[in-house]
């Protein structure tokens, strides 16, 4: 190959990778850009669950704080039935007017497990059952 042959094929490969480098660059920033996107639509819709209804909800991470429990606790206090709760897209919210309830002991979230096994067998306890 000539030395003419050499310099045209080599300035070939550099036009190529600065072409390449271009496009991926030029890639990037529209993916980033459209995942700002996305994420902001996300945010407004968890905004809105957040305040549903003039209600404001707090996530189950915030609940545990304000509770001083662990969110494994929250999450078992969920599966019987003890704490009020909306779930929206899988995810487990707390009105904050019933943590504050809890914390100012106005919202009893104890249950005797009699209590739990009727629930948990599907049926609801009548008021003063137990």
Same mark, same amino acid.
């Given at each position: 190959?000539?030395?003419?042959?050499?310099?045209?094929? +080599? *300035? $070939?490969?550099?036009? $190529?990778?600065?072409i390449?480098?271009?496009? *991926?660059? #030029? *890639?990037?920033?529209?993916?980033? @850009? #459209? !995942?700002?996107? /996305?994420?902001?639509?996300?945010? @407004?819709?968890?905004?809105?669950?957040? +305040?549903?209804?003039?209600?404001k909800?707090?996530?189950?991470?915030?609940?545990? /704080?304000?509770?001083?429990?662990?969110?494994?606790?929250?999450?078992?206090?969920?599966?019987?039935? #003890?704490?009020?709760?909306?779930?929206?897209?899988?995810?487990?919210?707390?009105?904050? @007017? #019933?943590? @504050?309830?809890?914390?100012?002991?106005? !919202?009893?979230?104890?249950?005797?497990?009699?209590?739990?096994?009727t629930?948990?067998?599907?049926?609801?306890?009548?008021?003063?059952?137990?």
């Amino acid at each position: 190959m000539s030395e003419q042959e050499q310099k045209s094929l +080599q *300035f $070939i490969e550099n036009r $190529i990778e600065s072409i390449l480098k271009n496009m *991926f660059e #030029d *890639f990037k920033r529209s993916l980033s @850009k #459209d !995942l700002k996107i /996305k994420q902001s639509g996300q945010m @407004k819709q968890e905004e809105e669950i957040l +305040q549903e209804n003039n209600v404001k909800y707090l996530k189950a991470g915030e609940a545990a /704080k304000m509770l001083n429990v662990s969110t494994r606790t929250l999450q078992r206090w969920r599966k019987s039935c #003890d704490i009020p709760h909306i779930t929206r897209r899988g995810l487990a919210y707390y009105s904050h @007017k #019933d943590i @504050k309830a809890i914390l100012n002991g106005e !919202l009893d979230i104890s249950r005797s497990k009699e209590e739990v096994q009727t629930i948990k067998r599907g049926r609801k306890p009548v008021l003063g059952e137990y």
